[in-house]
C-alpha cells in the first residue's frame, strides 16, 4: 500500500525560502512519475507545480515556477523534495505530493496521479 506524506509547510515572508519533503513508501514498481501539486484555496481546482521521472531524472515545472523552485528526490530515502526560493504571496497554497504508476513522461493533469499525500500548508505574507 502506497504511502505519501508531506511536511515542511509552514509561513514565511515573501522572497524567503522553503524546502518540502514527501517520504513515500510502499512504492514497488521502478518506474514512476512524482509530482507536486497545490490547491490556493478551498474548492479550486489543484494545480501541477513540478513533476520527476524516476527512470530517466527528468524534470518539468509549471510556467508560474519561473525558475524558483526545484524538485529533486533522493531515491535511498524515498523521499521527495521541492526546494521552494523567492516565494511569493500568490505561492499560499496547500501543497500535496502525488505518484502516478509505471509512467516515464511525467503528464501535468493531476486525474492521472492516483495516490497522493494529505498536503501541507504553505502561507506567504507580503
Known amino acids: 500500500q502506497v504511502q505519501l506524506v508531506e511536511s515542511g509547510g509552514g509561513s514565511v515572508q515573501a522572497g524567503g525560502s522553503l524546502r518540502l519533503s514527501c517520504a513515500a513508501s510502499g512504492i514497488t514498481s521502478r518506474s514512476y512519475c512524482m509530482g507536486w501539486f497545490r490547491r490556493q484555496a478551498p474548492g479550486k481546482e489543484r494545480e501541477g507545480v513540478a513533476?520527476?521521472?524516476?527512470?530517466?531524472?527528468?524534470?518539468r515545472y509549471a510556467d508560474f515556477v519561473n525558475g524558483r523552485f526545484t524538485i529533486s528526490q533522493d531515491y535511498t530515502k524515498n523521499t521527495l523534495y521541492l526546494q521552494m526560493n523567492s516565494l511569493k504571496p500568490e505561492d499560499t497554497a496547500m501543497y500535496y505530493c502525488?505518484?502516478?504508476?509505471?509512467?516515464?513522461?511525467?503528464?501535468?493533469?493531476?486525474?492521472?496521479?492516483?495516490?497522493w499525500g494529505q498536503g501541507t500548508q504553505i502561507t506567504v505574507s507580503s
Open positions: 502525488a505518484l502516478d504508476l509505471f509512467r516515464t513522461y511525467c503528464r501535468s493533469d493531476p486525474v492521472y496521479y492516483g495516490q
Open positions: 513533476y520527476i521521472a524516476t527512470t530517466t531524472g527528468n524534470t
